[in-house]
């Protein structure tokens, strides 16, 4: 699960949760003329209050922030996650909201007390569960609230060429040792050819090839190293449209082909997927 992906709006329905169970050890009952020792249950102690306000909402609250945390949710009957979630926490508001009319229930009519109100627990439960519902209604619609929640980091730079590297994979301009001949790697020991002694002269020999490089793709494009600035998904090449990974920021990912105004990019375990969203990303 990445929390990058979640929203201001996710924000706001994780608090809005928090909320909810802090009410829910509060007391639900306000009694007049109750003594400061009694015993007033909290949500905890009314199945009704429990199941239709306290945990409809919490679970609710659950369902968005997974939905919108993985990669690909998976579906309830049919159904993703999300729109679940949106569910679950209108219906703990719609309970709440009868609770806050009709704290004792069927008491009053049967020659309960009138002396029976809604409590601070179940008071801040409806704000909760009224904030928690309109923030997963709104956060689709709202600009200010589809926003990242956190800022995505800036990626290391680049080591310069040459460089020891600092990360392992997918970290850009690590330089490879070259091979040793008795002297500093990569270098043959100046004044004794290969092969021959010191001193001595030798036929010419024929220019040595260059160690082969990597073949680049048909056109002008260069394999480069590349950074995201949020999380993005990695589509299959045969063009499905389930994601196959999710790259994330702050780890540097190889550009190894072009197609139009996408990437095809290479993960860690060494899979290759096309980038479809390349805005503001990092090369380098």
């Known amino acids: 699960m990445n929390i990058r992906s979640l929203t201001r709006g996710d924000g706001v329905v994780i608090g809005a949760a928090v909320l909810l169970l802090i009410a829910s050890f509060l007391d639900i009952y306000s009694i007049d003329g109750a003594p400061d020792s009694a015993d007033i249950p909290n949500a905890w102690g009314s199945g009704p209050v ?3 306000v306290t945990l409809a909402g919490i679970i609710g609250a659950a369902l968005i922030v997974v939905a919108r945390g993985l990669p690909q949710a998976p579906k309830v009957a049919g159904l993703d996650l999300g729109p679940f979630g949106v569910a ?12 806050i009319f009709d704290p004792a229930g069927g ?7 009138d002396a029976i109100g809604s409590g601070t627990g179940l008071i801040l439960s409806f704000i909760a569960t009224l904030v928690l519902a309109g923030a997963a209604i709104a956060t689709p619609l709202v600009p200010a609230l589809k926003g990242a929640l956190l800022p995505p980091p800036k990626p290391a730079a680049p080591q310069p060429y040459g460089g020891q590297p600092q990360g392992g994979y997918g970290y850009p301009g690590a330089q490879q040792p070259g091979p040793s001949f008795g ?6 020991q100046q004044g004794q050819p290969f092969g021959g002694q010191p001193g001595q002269p030798q036929p010419q020999q024929p220019q ?16 480069f190293w590349f950074a995201v600035p949020v999380a993005r998904p990695l589509f299959a090449e045969d063009g499905s449209p389930t994601p196959i990974a999710e790259l994330a920021p702050g780890t540097w990912y190889l550009a190894v082909e072009q197609r139009g105004p996408s990437l ?21």
Request: aromatic share 8%; net charge negative; hydrophobic share 35%.
């Open 264 to 284: 095809v990019a290479q993960t860690q375990d060494g899979r290759r997927g096309v980038l479809q969203d390349t805005s503001g990303i990092q090369r380098g």
């Open 183 to 188: 002297g500093q790697p990569g270098q043959p």
């Open 88 to 99: 679950f926490t209108v219906f703990a508001a719609w309970s709440a909201l009868g609770n």
């Open 208 to 223: 040595q090839a260059h160690a082969p490089q990597a073949q680049q793709p048909a056109g002008d494009f260069a394999p």
């Open 50 to 52: 429990l199941l239709s």
């Open 107 to 113: 008491f009053d009519n049967n020659g309960g007390s």
